[in-house]
């Protein structure tokens, strides 16, 4: 029989810790003896039809400061707006130790439809882990001029200047910037799924 224990405090939540990449990302840290091949390391393969794009950012924290133990998950769509067999549009990767910057190498995603059959614009999903990051965060990042003003999720964000923190910025040809700020006056938006 169980016994009741409702005298012991309940501690905090336990973060992602210094420890996310050792199990999550190893070779990424250079521990090459856990698994053989890194994890999800091409949302695509090599091969897959579609635009080839590149977006970098960083996760930055509310004093302004880059993270640098943050490993993200990103899951999408293919150029044709489905998702493909096994894990293609899944990568994980972590931002660099040193600056903080994280680079997703991927597909320009198509247009995706609601069950009910209403047109989501090109985005990618996004989950964040990092050290005091208690649950993983959810977003997601879209591309200016993709038809975001029927977006269903971007419709329901009640500040339209809060919808610009989805965002990329073009930065030069198939190249994007998204930075994603936990909190401050430009704070990302972030889904609670």
């Known amino acids: 029989m169980p016994q009741t224990l409702d005298w012991l405090a309940e501690t905090p939540s336990q973060t992602a810790g210094p420890y996310v990449h050792i199990g999550c990302t190893p070779r990424a840290i250079g521990i090459d003896s856990i698994y053989p091949d890194t994890l999800a390391a091409e949302a695509f393969s090599k091969d897959a039809p579609g635009e080839r794009i590149t977006v970098t950012?960083?996760?930055?924290?509310?004093?302004?400061?880059?993270?640098?133990?943050?490993?993200?998950?990103?899951?999408?769509?293919?150029?044709?707006?489905?998702?493909?067999?096994?894990?293609?549009?899944?990568?994980?990767?972590?931002?660099?130790?040193?600056?903080?910057?994280?680079?997703?190498?991927?597909i320009k995603p198509g247009v995706v439809n609601t069950r009910d059959g209403r047109p989501q614009a090109p985005h990618i999903d996004l989950w964040i882990v990092s050290r005091g990051i208690n649950l993983g965060l959810a977003t997601r990042i879209y591309f200016a001029g993709d038809a975001l003003e029927a977006d269903p999720l971007l419709g329901r964000i009640e500040q339209p200047e809060r919808r610009e923190t989805l965002v990329a910025k073009a930065i030069g040809p198939n190249a994007f910037s998204h930075d994603i700020h936990l909190q401050g006056e430009r704070e990302t938006v972030f889904l609670d799924l």
């Open 57 to 106: 950012g960083r996760i930055i924290d509310g004093t302004g400061t880059p993270l640098k133990d943050v490993m993200v998950e990103s899951w999408q769509a293919g150029a044709d707006g489905t998702f493909g067999p096994g894990a293609e549009g899944h990568a994980r990767f972590i931002a660099d130790l040193q600056n903080g910057v994280w680079t997703l190498e991927t």
